[in-house]
């Protein structure tokens, strides 16, 4: 049975749905042969891979563990839900401290027993946080570190796709970038519905004041579906961010922007959605651009982003940005 790779793809938060979604893909995807389900709750984590084993996928050498040392040991591939999820009544915003205190100890196992790890995918949120807390710990390269992006992407694609009554794959250059939070900012002048320019349909199909309705919906997808569901988001977080450890193994690319470290010019030291590329050699981003709204919306969104890692710094979870090269040289 053929595979993408046989590298060891470790699923961190395994117990949870997430990241038995993400399993349950992976294996489907049929990316490798040998994954290794991590949680620190047995229980949830034992009855998980029962439900694998009862799947009879064919090939798969899948083991589990509560041990990070057995996990991360020899792992070349990471995807980690293991923070705690957002509940109804909370932003992403509000998991910030105990989330990004997960983040440490998680980016501190990968130092420890992967150091050769060749990509991780963060997916727990404030992602944009989580994601740089790992990156700073792990001694990674920021092209080995990404942190899930599509998925607000995925959701502006949705929303037009249902006010035009068109099928969603006909919607293209669907785009969020900055943060994956309240204050993501929302890209369409690129986008075409059928082939019509976007611009085109705005004022005709759709007005102005749906169009602002839309990208409130749109920015508040996932607070939409804990009401609906009574819980965060997990299969669509699961879809996306396989997708995305799949093109890091050098199979099918991805379109869709995801959270990258950023330093240049204009966006200093933080994890934030861009444009990117995602393959075998990591993940590599390119320069934003849009109508003027679009941009201001961007910038907003990146100075949220810099209030919030000085939060973490402010609380200790990582250093002053000055000395970040003494935890990470790469950075």
């Known amino acids: 049975m053929e595979f993408l790779t046989n590298d060891k793809l470790v699923i961190v938060g395994a117990a949870g749905m997430i990241g038995s979604n993400m399993a349950q893909t992976a294996m489907m995807m049929k990316l490798t042969p040998n994954i290794c389900l991590y949680d620190v709750y047995e229980p949830g984590l034992k009855g998980v891979a029962e439900e694998m084993f009862h799947c009879g996928f064919e090939g798969v050498n899948l083991t589990w563990t509560t041990d990070p040392k057995e996990a991360f040991t020899d792992a070349k591939y990471i995807i980690s839900s293991g923070g705690a999820p957002r509940k109804e009544g909370m932003t992403r915003e509000d998991l910030l401290k105990g989330n990004c205190q997960i983040a440490e100890e998680f980016g501190k196992n990968v130092k420890a027993y992967c150091p050769d790890v060749k990509h991780v995918v963060v997916i727990f949120n404030p992602a944009d946080l989580t994601g740089l807390v790992v990156l700073l710990h792990s001694g990674l390269k920021p092209s080995q570190v990404t942190t899930l992006a599509a998925l607000d992407s995925t959701r502006l694609q949705s929303a037009i796709a249902k006010e035009c009554g068109v099928q969603q794959s006909l919607v293209k250059n669907c785009s969020t970038y900055g943060g994956h939070g309240e204050q993501m900012a929302v890209f369409a002048s690129k986008v075409t519905v059928d082939g019509v320019p976007f611009s085109e349909i705005l004022g005709t199909k759709i007005s102005a004041e749906r169009w602002a309705e839309m990208k409130v919906e749109v920015i508040?997808?996932?607070?939409?579906?804990?009401?609906?569901?009574?819980?965060?988001?997990?299969?669509?977080?699961?879809?996306?961010?396989?997708?995305?450890?799949?093109?890091?193994?050098?199979?099918?690319?991805?379109?869709?922007?995801?959270?990258?470290?950023?330093?240049?010019?204009?966006?200093?030291?933080?994890?934030?959605?861009?444009?990117?590329?995602?393959?075998?050699?990591?993940?590599?981003?390119?320069?934003?651009?849009?109508?003027?709204?679009?941009?201001?919306?961007?910038?907003?969104?990146?100075?949220?982003?810099?209030?919030?890692?000085?939060?973490?710094?402010?609380?200790?979870?990582?250093?002053?940005?000055?000395?970040?090269?003494?935890?990470?040289?790469?950075?």
């Open 220 to 331: 508040q997808g996932g607070a939409a579906i804990i009401k609906l569901r009574g819980r965060s988001s997990f299969q669509s977080p699961a879809y996306c961010s396989v997708r995305m450890i799949a093109a890091a193994m050098g199979g099918e690319g991805i379109s869709w922007p995801a959270g990258c470290y950023v330093n240049n010019e204009k966006y200093q030291n933080v994890m934030m959605a861009m444009p990117t590329v995602m393959d075998a050699d990591g993940v590599h981003y390119s320069e934003v651009t849009g109508t003027e709204e679009e941009m201001a919306a961007l910038d907003k969104s990146y100075a949220h982003l810099c209030k919030m890692r000085d939060e973490i710094i402010d609380l200790g979870i990582i250093p002053a940005v000055k000395d970040w090269k003494t935890v990470n040289p790469n950075l």
